[in-house]
């Protein structure tokens, strides 16, 4: 049972468009999500978290969107790169003491010069 | 420049082989994690420690097994390779979590095994 699902294997953009990833969860006890992004033979870096006490956080050309009584977030990214085409896991985690964390299964993204 | 470095990057085990795979950070970090990425699964947490010779199962610890005797370094054994623990094996590290904040973490580059 995947508490942390990214719906989307793929998502297609044409640079300088903006380009939304979505993320929902199960978890109502899930209160920090994070976004991660990997390129091709390299491990996944940190890319913007995001605390359930807020419903959005900013940085740069990346921004995170969460909707609590959806289960839902997202990130978009303005305007989109070649360079950000990667794929991009959320990951959301529970504030219960533990230190584990769900990731989704990834969304490939392509950005088309 | 922090960093997170894994003693292989492609190694090639036949089925019954014990199989050692080193991780070893220099961030001083007190939580260490070994996942599985998978196609269509994501990141599968395998083991993770949160202090030298402490060790917590995570969600698929099955086949394997961790030991962590220095803290910036953590070690993920296939006791008897399968073919089925064929997968990328990527290690991380991260600060302790405090109440509220749940630190990012720190991945290697992975290590790609194939079990024939």
């Known amino acids: 049972d995947q508490q942390v699902k990214q719906n989307s294997p793929s998502l297609s953009v044409q640079e300088g468009r903006i380009s939304i990833l979505n993320c929902d969860y199960t978890?109502?006890?899930?209160?920090?999500f994070l976004w991660y992004k990997k390129y091709p033979a390299e491990g996944p870096t940190f890319l913007i978290s995001?605390?359930?006490?807020?419903d959005k956080n900013e940085d740069g050309r990346f921004t995170v969107f969460l909707n609590k009584s959806a289960k839902h977030l997202s990130l978009h990214i303005v305007p989109s790169q070649p360079g950000d085409s990667a794929v991009y896991f959320c990951a959301a985690s529970a504030d219960t003491g533990g230190f584990k964390t769900i990731f989704g299964a990834g969304t490939r993204l392509f950005v088309k010069a | 420049d922090v960093k997170v470095t894994q003693s292989s990057r492609y190694l090639v085990k036949r089925t019954g082989e014990k199989v050692f795979l080193e991780c070893v950070q220099d961030?001083?970090?007190?939580?260490m994690f070994w996942y599985r990425q998978d196609p269509g699964l994501g990141l599968r947490l395998i083991y993770f420690s949160y202090d030298v010779k402490m060790k917590e199962k995570g969600d698929i610890p099955e086949g394997y097994s961790v030991s962590r005797e220095k803290k910036e370094r953590f070690s993920l054994i296939l006791e008897s390779a399968s073919t089925n623990q064929t997968s990328m094996y990527l290690c991380?590290?991260?600060?302790?979590?405090?109440?509220?904040?749940?630190?990012?973490?720190?991945f290697g580059p992975g290590t790609r095994l194939t079990v024939t």
């Open positions: 978890n109502s006890m899930f209160d920090y």
């Open positions: 961030m001083d970090h007190e939580n």
């Open positions: 991380a590290s991260s600060r302790m979590s405090l109440a509220g904040k749940n630190y990012e973490q720190y």
């Open positions: 995001i605390s359930s006490i807020k």
